[in-house]
């Protein structure tokens, strides 16, 4: 590299150390099963998926994990980005009782999480928990692994899927495809909610 180009590098850039790295994932909202057969909706952004595996990131103090480990199955749920304040109205609430003292100074707990968001639940085919009517895209999934994540507070679980049910809407007629034309996830970028702009292009694998 010329000293031209190194200087151009290091007066773009800084050092700088943000509270968190939501650098830009869609929101999924996880349904789960809880002890008294009642369902538990949980909101989160730290999810990757490859093939038909869907890796997620649950906080240790959220009501999802030990459901989890109980019941070894959830739906995750896709939202649109028109369902950001639906989204929102739940990130308070905790269907952990009592509140863990870690959360008990900005979170209440709600047994009944889809009244308390306005969203409805919809009876999911391979596993107990509902999906949630008014999210686009719907997969069904049981858990393959669940183990501590390296920084502690969390855990990182390993989820297959079984199933998947797309809105008529969002999808190519006629095939298996999402149609990304019309289908727009919400996504949590720093803390903050955003939908998806204009189509930039297509790689050479798209199939549509």
Sequence with gaps: MSVQSTQLATSAHRTITPSVLYFGTPVVLV??????G??????????WSLGSTVV????????AVPNLERERECVLNLPSADLWE???RLAPLTGRHPVPDAKADRYRHEPDKFGASGLTPLPAETVRPPRVAECPLHLEAEVV????G???????????VRRVHAADDITVPGTNHV???RWHPLLYVFRHYFGTGRR?????KAET
């Design 56 to 63: 997620l990131g649950l906080s240790d103090t959220g009501q």
């Design 86 to 88: 639906s989204v929102e």
């Design 38 to 47: 009642s369902a538990n909706i949980t909101p989160m952004s730290s999810a």
């Design 145 to 148: 692994s669940i183990r501590p």
């Design 200 to 204: 930039l292009g297509r790689t050479f």
């Design 31 to 36: 349904t789960t099963t809880n002890p008294d």
């Design 179 to 181: 149609d990304t034309r």
């Design 150 to 160: 390296t920084e502690g507070g969390f855990r990182i679980v390993e989820t297959l």
